[in-house]
């Protein structure tokens, strides 16, 4: 293509291009570089002392012989960092709340197994680990519920006494008159469905190193977080530290899942020890800190009722939650991040007059739980949809049909829910449609039937749902509080040699955000992709940052990307137009070269950088401008991101194991920046949401103690319990934000248990059980067949 | 999640590494794969004094045929077994077996012997011993002796070895070529040790079960060779009724554990079933295989 060929528009463009993650080559070839893997010269280590107490008040600490072990330096409790530290509240305006203060350490009672109370630090990991044995703590046990339907009850024992309750979340929603129309409803299906407790599993367990430069009196972190910008604000208070003196870096970091979104402890322990002894500091989480300390997820009771017409209309829904949400309210997301959306997403994608949600969300001694890929919407979707096919079947409907007449319609958006969410505009039916297309939905019914005669156990299921992503800030992401989720900052710069960088305070851990950016910002720019460096995950790139969340990178980072893109762009063109003597209106830049309409004359993005920077005078004074742009984008509304799945399973009749056999999701993410990466996305969601269906499950006993404190007994799906995942990519109208993205990095998460739970549910329906409480483990199904079994053959004779 | 200190050495020979363990005075512990032992003593749940690290030991990684017996030595990994020819000649049951431990970089590195050693009542290697009437070579600085598996499994990771005894191989029965067999194991993912296993060989001889062998694993605090079961099958046909029989026994004397993955009640429901299929499965390949000789 010659230069003079001004088809601007059949240029290939690289957003909807397969292009390989720039990120992989360092990190296939092992030299990504983690937290762990540096090591500044005289660094410390610290070691944990936990509780091994569900609720106890600390009588006493005694160190005994831990500082004759060779290498201890220092065995620090509560009480010793006091003056050091201010603690975090993660404050909110919802009535009746009560934020928990988050400290460094335990100060006068224990409120969780794990809980950290005294810290060793010391010049290895083996000291600091042979110094605990030496540690002993006297507490005085206290009494604890730590089942949420016991916790919630009035003459509970308070785990924070200051709140004067355990339940320090309430909210409601509602719309329409929820109990007449059950009232005068001819059809009412209800259940009681229970999401048990999860854990992220990063591969990469949670890291923190925190330097301390005497010279300036300035912090570094290097933490293993999703959203360094909100440590740097919130650490910058605790600390007492200005930006300028304090800096939080996120490396590169092995996978969140959420649940490295929040502030820990040990991230503020790090950097008070960093500053006392003046030396490096790094606490590395073990496997078994893992599961015991980082934020976990869902655990809700959700009753909930729905209501429908004999023509398989929705008329009404009501559902009374309780969510446990740990120890803690957790900073910044509290504790009403995944409990208030399980009631707010819980209509889902559905038309619906009458609602009633609630929910209370109650301390218990546990881990806090925090934001988890998906947040509240696994656990809404789950509820809802079994409650769409228990009606579908009770009506004698087919599920696809009954969810066909009650999805959103494409003339209905943008649609208000009943809980208030906008649904802009998204392929809701599409979704539905596509996802059975792919599996030839009546052939896939056939195979179930005939599968069935010859005596197996299959079912199909299918979960629809639509999230809320990209979200701007006229909605805080979590509600009331005190942080901005609403907006981020790029900042592009080209350097005199003519190379681009491209400056985000958002994080990629796993997103593979250094090469979708790039690419958006290629397209925008006229550059070539590898003359890019994008760099992320570093408080002091731009002033503020919350981070990559809650599928906002692509929408917010995209956004501002392309703002500054546009910026740089024209700075570019301004600069050529007078080097070459060409009018602004007849130049275009692609592949890195300035090219005009009107002459074979070309510039190079490198000559044109040079003209500026480095030939001094070449451009008037006058005229002459950096070739940087900051820009910052407030998508200010939300964009629908929607999907359906569909699932066929197999549950033998004997062992009662589920085998997935068929398995496909189609999603609506809008314009899709690079379709490998959005199946990589898929693909792990979908593994994370088995792994929710079927497998993972965090286990505290009545003693609140967990069981569930090793890999073998917290159970994430290998390859083998993953099946092949077919994709159908569903470009509808695009969202009305720059760019046409919707977030979809949670989507799988969400689906996948809701249609696994179905097709359990279908595959046992002749046996009269179907699935409430997840994961249905073979157990699970065990205790169900037998609890119908007894009865049913007490009444036979 | 890091161990107590302690002293390592690399034993050249079977007398050093018995040496070594004796002069510990029973603190002392043997590192073959170390798939067992390393996450113990990073938990601390062990803390030996010394380990004694037998992998550089000549001559203990080979499977060898003597007469109807196989002898695997004690560095043996997991996948030498479960790629073995011998095996896949001889001992099908145990390739089928070794399918079901673990993952590759486990198998790669995880010893028969060692898995033999730990004693772990859902492992695989422990119940195939005890099965193939399998015998154990323990060395110690008093010499030389043989366990019978019967007698080795005492509890859940606790078998008959002194604390200064070296297992230096261990000695299984192979399956004659009219010998059909059936293992059938159920494990929440591929790869996890059982919620419960059955394993058992037959031939058939006038129309009816002969030479029975039976094990059960998971469900008990061992691996269990049970010779009841295996008399109510001996010398009949196996069919759906028998089956029944069986189901029926070990429902009455199977006394399981609760834990986190499975009920003692869900345990023997499945001990049932996986005793089921596997005996069929034996049944079927007895009668393929009827007839069949050593040539
Ligand atoms: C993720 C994972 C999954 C696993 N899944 C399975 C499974 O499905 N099925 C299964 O069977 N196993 C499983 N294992 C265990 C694995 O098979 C171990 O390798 C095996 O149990 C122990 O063998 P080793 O050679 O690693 O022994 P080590 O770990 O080195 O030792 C184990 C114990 O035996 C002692 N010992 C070892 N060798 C000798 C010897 N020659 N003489 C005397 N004492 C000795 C040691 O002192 C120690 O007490 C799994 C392990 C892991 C980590």
Redesign the pocket.
């Known amino acids: 293509m010659s230069h003079n060929d001004h088809s601007v528009e059949l240029r290939p463009k690289l957003v909807g291009e397969r292009v390989k993650r720039t990120e992989d080559p360092r990190f296939l070839t092992g030299v990504g570089r983690y937290v762990d893997d540096m090591s500044p010269a005289g660094m410390l280590h610290v070691a944990l002392r936990r509780s091994d107490q569900p609720h106890a008040r600390i009588i006493g600490i005694d160190v005994g012989e831990a500082f004759s072990v060779p290498g201890v330096v220092a065995i620090y409790d509560a009480s010793d960092l006091d003056k050091d530290v201010k603690p975090a509240i993660p404050t909110s305006r919802m009535p009746g709340y009560y934020a928990t203060p988050i400290w460094p350490l335990a100060r006068g009672k224990v409120r969780y197994v794990g809980e950290p109370v005294v810290a060793i630090v010391a010049e290895s990991r083996y000291a600091a680990e042979d110094a605990l044995e030496h540690i002993n703590i006297e507490y005085e046990p206290l009494p604890f519920a730590i089942r949420q339907v016991d916790a919630v009850k009035d003459d509970a024992p308070l785990l924070h006494e200051e709140a004067g309750t355990n339940t320090i979340i309430r909210r409601e929603f509602k719309r329409g008159d929820v109990d007449t129309a059950f009232e005068n409803a001819p059809v009412t299906v209800k259940g009681r469905f229970r999401m048990t407790r999860k854990t992220a599993v990063a591969m990469e367990n949670r890291s923190y190193l925190a330097e301390w430069d005497q010279r300036k009196q300035s912090l570094t972190l290097h933490t293993s977080s999703g959203s360094p910008g909100i440590i740097r604000d919130v650490l910058s208070g605790c600390l007492d530290l200005p930006g300028t003196r304090l800096r939080v870096i996120a490396p590169d970091v092995g996978g969140s899942f959420g649940a490295k979104g929040s502030l820990y402890s040990e991230e503020m322990l790090v950097c008070i020890l960093a500053r006392k002894l003046a030396r490096p500091v790094k606490y590395v989480s073990d496997r078994l800190e893992d599961l015991s300390g980082t934020s976990q997820a869902f655990d809700e009771l959700i009753e909930a009722e729905l209501a429908v017409t004999q023509d398989g209309t929705l008329i009404g829904l009501r559902a009374d939650v309780i969510g446990d949400v740990g120890a803690y309210s957790i900073y910044p997301w509290t504790a009403a991040l995944e409990t208030v959306q399980v009631v707010s997403f819980l209509p889902g994608p559905y038309r619906m007059e009458h609602y009633r949600g609630r929910i209370r969300g109650v301390l218990t001694p546990k881990p806090p739980t925090g934001p988890y890929r998906g947040v509240g919407r696994p656990s809404s979707t789950f509820a809802m949809e079994r409650l769409i096919e228990m009606a579908a079947r009770k009506i004698g409907m087919d599920p696809v049909e009954f969810r066909r007449r009650n999805l959103v319609r494409a003339e209905e958006f943008p649609y208000r829910t009943a809980s208030g969410i906008i649904w802009d505009k998204s392929a809701f039916q599409e979704c539905l449609q596509g996802a059975c297309d792919f599996v030839d939905y009546p052939n896939l019914v056939r195979e179930r039937d005939a599968a069935r005669k010859a005596g197996r156990w299959v079912g199909i299921g299918l979960a629809s749902y639509a999230e809320l992503t990209g979200i701007g800030s006229r909605i805080s992401v979590a509600p009331g509080m005190p942080i901005n989720t609403g907006t981020e900052t790029s900042r592009i710069e080209i350097d005199a040699t003519g190379a681009i960088t491209a400056a985000f305070g958002l994080s990629s851990h796993g997103q593979g955000l250094e090469t979708t950016l790039a690419q958006v910002i290629v397209d925008e720019l006229g550059c070539k992709l590898e003359d890019i460096e994008v760099k992320h995950g570093d408080s002091s790139l731009v002033p503020m940052s919350s981070g990559t969340y809650a599928s906002r990178s692509a929408v917010l980072g995209g956004g501002a990307a392309t703002l500054a893109a546009r910026v740089v762009k024209a700075k570019v063109l301004r600069a050529a137009a007078y080097l070459m003597e060409q009018s602004i209106e007849d130049l275009d830049i692609y592949d890195g070269i300035i090219a005009s309409r009107n002459s074979n004359q070309t510039l190079t993005l490198k000559e044109v950088a040079s003209a500026v920077y480095t030939q001094m005078g070449r451009i008037p004074r006058d005229q002459r401008e950096d070739l940087t742009a900051s820009e910052t984008y407030d998508p200010y509304l939300g964009t629908a991101c929607s999907s359906t799945h569909l699932t066929m399973v197999e549950v033998d009749t004997e062992t009662y194991g589920v085998r997935i056999l068929r398995y496909v999701v189609a999603e609506d993410c809008g314009k899709i920046i690079n379709p490998m990466i959005v199946d990589g996305q898929v693909h792990g969601a979908v593994a994370q949401g088995i792994g929710a269906a079927l497998l993972e499950e965090i286990v505290h006993d009545d003693q609140g103690q967990v069981v569930t404190a090793s890999?073998?007994d917290y159970l994430v799906p290998v390859a083998t319990s993953v099946p092949n995942i077919g994709i159908v990519h569903i470009e509808a109208d695009l969202p009305n934000n720059v760019g046409g993205f919707r977030g979809m990095g949670e989507g799988g998460t969400i689906g996948a248990p809701a249609a696994v739970a179905n097709a359990v549910s279908d595959a046992l329906s002749h046996l009269g059980v179907s699935v409430e409480t997840l994961p249905v483990t073979p157990e699970r199904i065990f205790q169900m067949l037998r609890d119908t079994n007894t009865p049913r053959s007490a009444n036979s004779t | 999640m890091k161990p107590a200190p302690f002293d390592y050495l690399a034993a050249k020979s079977i007398s050093e590494a018995v040496e070594a363990l004796a002069a510990s005075g029973g603190d002392g512990?043997?590192?073959?794969?170390?798939?067992?032992?390393?996450?113990?003593i990073n938990f601390r749940l062990?803390k030996?004094t010394i380990l004694v690290d037998?992998n550089r030991i000549g001559g203990l990684d080979r499977i060898e045929k003597h007469d109807d017996r196989l002898r695997i030595g004690?560095t043996v990994?997991?996948h030498m077994t479960a790629t073995d020819v011998l095996v896949f000649e001889h001992l099908p049951i145990l390739q089928d077996a070794m399918h079901?431990?673990?993952?590759l970089t486990?198998?790669n590195?995880?010893?028969?012997?060692?898995?033999v050693?730990?004693a772990?009542p859902?492992?695989?290697?422990?119940m195939m011993t005890l099965l193939l009437n399998g015998t154990i070579t323990?060395w110690s600085v008093r010499g030389e002796r043989q366990i019978a598996a019967s007698d080795f499994f005492l509890g859940s990771l606790v078998n008959a070895?002194e604390p200064d005894?070296?297992?230096?191989s261990i000695e299984i029965d192979t399956l004659k070529p009219d010998t059909g067999w059936g293992f059938e194991e159920f494990?929440r993912r591929q790869?996890?040790?059982?919620l419960a296993c059955a394993a058992t060989t037959l031939r058939i001889e006038d129309g009816v079960a002969r030479s029975v062998r039976f094990a059960l694993m998971g469900v008990g605090e061992t691996p269990l060779r049970l010779a009841a079961i295996e008399e109510i099958i001996d010398g009949k046909t196996v069919s759906e009724s028998l089956l029944d029989q069986v189901s029926e026994a070990l429902n009455d004397f199977l006394q399981p554990n609760t834990d986190l993955h499975a009920s003692a009640d869900y345990r023997r429901h499945l001990a049932g079933a996986l005793a089921r299929r596997a005996l069929r499965d034996a049944w079927k390949r007895a009668d393929l295989r009827k007839g069949k000789t050593d040539d």
């Open positions: 890999l073998a | 512990k043997i590192i073959a794969g170390g798939q067992s032992l390393m996450p113990m062990v030996p037998i004690a990994r997991h079901h431990v673990a993952h486990v198998r590195r995880g010893t028969f012997c060692g898995s050693c730990h772990d859902a492992a695989e290697m422990p323990a070895l005894e070296f297992v230096t494990s790869g996890d040790f059982a």
